[in-house]
């Protein structure tokens, strides 16, 4: 990086230190420093980004490929002048978006802008190239990582310093270092964030922003620091498991990263390896096994959403929150269907509609904690609206009775424990005239200090099994074992798709993905999926999936998010994995042919 260009120091107020870490590196038995790099890679949704828009009089409709409707409505009521009321954008369904949905991009607005000045709807499309120039990307980072250890494996230093660049008048919430604030116990910890602007697209949220880059040199660098001091990679964090959170000294709201290393260990074969690399082979292949601790941190804003129930018996819950494919529609339909007491087909989930209820942005892998809660919200309150109205009724049944001690099966209220008695909810809306009965629901997330807990992220262990070409140098992923604590799992065959969809987005960051920019002309030199190279079926092997631990306490739902959990880690496993198979250390990403041959 330039060192003419401008430089930013702890752009996010998150640089963090403890102890004296420099001092600590000094006196220690053990260390290891080394610099680590990762490249430029690009979101690449398979449907390239599309916005529809058209005017009526001063009322804005927009359909757009966005995670998040609200923040479309305010950008474009903001720009072009008129009420937040006056502008509706529409995304109930969106095919992908790996974080580049996170914004409002000049392509809207231009397409928003063309609409009015024409008077007549206008549809733009994205071309593949232009989704690599346009919607952000993660950006590349250098990384310098300092860890002293004592000779039996204690950590008494952890210096971690990340240069990330963005573009000349833009922002990018990138912490890169951040997280080893509290990855490990240790007492001597200093992390320094910073960025540089460049000439350059901007770079944006990409699918674990931060803590992939982040992780990749902090789990490469323990795992160097493994094999310097003769210990069992797994050994050794375990050694250095923090069981309070290491910088504000809490208990964790839910933290299983033990159970995930030994059930990973177990499942994966971990303690059949012969240590030493480049000892196993199976013909010309390379064999080796590498694996990494992972987290992500906890995320949550406000959410909104509606719940009511109509007079045939159907409930309809809604919020502006977006489906990108994640599951959303699926596990709040079966939340509302729980909570109300009715089937699942008698319940419709309607998102992505700034004229719903607002929501926070499909990202940062919070969605569901946050709008998990506000539909369990709105649901309990619709049931107290339906216990309040027969109240006043002498005959009914529920008579006397408050929203705490009731219960609802197959769309009766009745006292808890005794099915068998109380009232519909359609005779209740029949006796009372009405079509229908409302209730809003809402969910913020409680302060630490109120809690008196450090609130926890999602945790796992990865576990990956490498084969390199002893002569070519090729590397291919054979299995992936992958044990998460995601809380409470709201619905495990759609978590299970997110981790594996990370876990290939990782092997991606880990072994293809580089977004290469020529830098005489700054044009992006690969922007195709004919030169980008990004994995296909044969670079994905089978993947076992494991979910570990107790709800989160954090959390009325108990749950965590685990949209991105499932990608942090695997380019630090697969590296460690390399250097398992072929004695060679690798600290840039794309691991490639060159750099093992």
Not at 242 to 271: D, I, M, N, T
Not at 435 to 450: C, F, I, K, W, Y
Not at 457 to 466: D, I, K, P, S, T
Request: hydrophobic residues 40%.
């Amino acid at each position: 990086m330039d060192p003419r260009a401008p430089q930013i120091d702890d752009p996010w107020e998150l640089d963090h230190s403890r102890g004296d870490a420099a001092a600590a590196l000094a006196a220690a038995e053990v260390t290891v420093e080394a610099t680590y790099t990762t490249a430029d890679n690009t979101n690449n949704p398979l449907g390239p980004f599309a916005t529809l828009a058209s005017w009526d009089g001063d009322r804005l409709t927009v359909h757009d490929s966005t995670q998040w409707p609200f923040g479309v409505r305010s950008a474009l009521a903001a720009v072009f002048k008129v009420p937040e009321s006056s502008v509706r954008a529409l995304a109930p369904y969106v095919g992908g978006g790996f974080g580049a949905g996170l914004r409002v991009w000049p392509h809207v607005i231009l397409t928003a802008a063309a609409a009015r000045r024409l008077g007549r709807p206008v549809k733009l499309v994205l071309t593949r190239p232009q989704m690599f120039t346009s919607v952000g990307h993660r950006p590349k980072s250098v990384q310098r990582i300092a860890v002293g250890a004592t000779r039996a494996g204690d950590l008494v230093a952890l210096d971690h310093r990340s240069v990330s660049p963005v573009a000349m008048e833009d922002e990018d919430y990138e912490p890169i270092a951040s997280g080893t604030a509290s990855a490990y116990r240790c007492d001597n910890v200093r992390t320094r964030d910073r960025q540089v602007r460049l000439n350059i697209p901007s770079p944006a949220s990409m699918r674990a922003p931060a803590e992939s880059q982040g992780n990749f040199a902090l789990e490469s660098a323990l795992d160097e620091l493994s094999y310097k001091l003769g210990m069992d990679p797994l050994e050794l964090r375990l050694r250095n498991y923090a069981e309070l959170h290491p910088v504000h000294g809490l208990p964790w709201s839910g933290k299983a990263l033990r159970e995930c290393y030994e059930v990973g260990a177990q499942r994966f074969g971990w303690f059949a390896r012969d240590p030493v690399p480049r000892s196993m082979r199976d013909g010309h292949w390379l064999i080796g096994y590498g694996m990494a601790g992972v987290s992500y941190p906890w995320y949550a804003m406000d959410c909104h959403a509606q719940a009511t129930l109509h007079r045939d018996g159907s409930a309809l819950v809604r919020s502006a929150a977006t489906d990108i494919g994640t599951g959303t529609y699926t596990v709040m339909t079966q939340l509302a269907a729980e909570c109300l007491g009715l089937p699942m087909e008698r319940v419709r989930v309607d998102l992505g509609d700034s004229d719903m209820p607002v929501a926070p942005p499909a990202g940062g892998s919070g969605l569901t904690v946050a709008l998990g809660n506000a539909v369990v919200d709105a649901c309990s309150r619709l049931v107290r609206r339906f216990v309040e109205l027969a109240a006043p009724d002498g005959t009914s049944a529920l008579s006397g009775l408050s929203p705490e001690s009731v219960g609802v099966t197959r769309g009766r209220i009745h006292p808890v424990g005794r099915p068998e008695h109380g009232e519909t909810f359609t005779g209740l809306l029949d006796r009372h005239g009405l079509v229908e009965l409302t209730a809003n629901g809402h969910s913020t997330p409680r302060p630490q200090d109120e809690l008196g807990m450090a609130l926890s992220g999602a945790f796992g262990a990865g576990f990956v099994e490498v084969r390199v070409d002893a002569d070519l140098g090729l590397v291919r992923v054979a299995r992936v074992v992958s044990v998460i604590d995601g809380g409470r799992i709201l619905n495990e065959k759609t978590a299970r798709s997110q981790i594996v969809g990370g876990t290939v987005g990782g092997i991606g960051m880990a072994l293809f993905e580089e977004t290469v920019t020529d830098a005489p002309s700054g044009r992006i030199a690969n922007g195709t999926f004919g030169d980008y190279l990004i994995p296909v079926n044969a670079d994905v092997p089978a993947m076992d999936v494991v979910f570990v631990g107790d709800p989160d306490r954090g959390s009325p739902l108990g749950t965590k998010g685990v949209g991105e959990i499932g990608l942090v880690g695997v380019a630090a496993a697969v590296a460690n994995a390399v250097h398992h198979a072929t004695g060679r250390r690798v600290r840039s990403l794309p691991l490639t042919l060159d750099a093992l041959l």
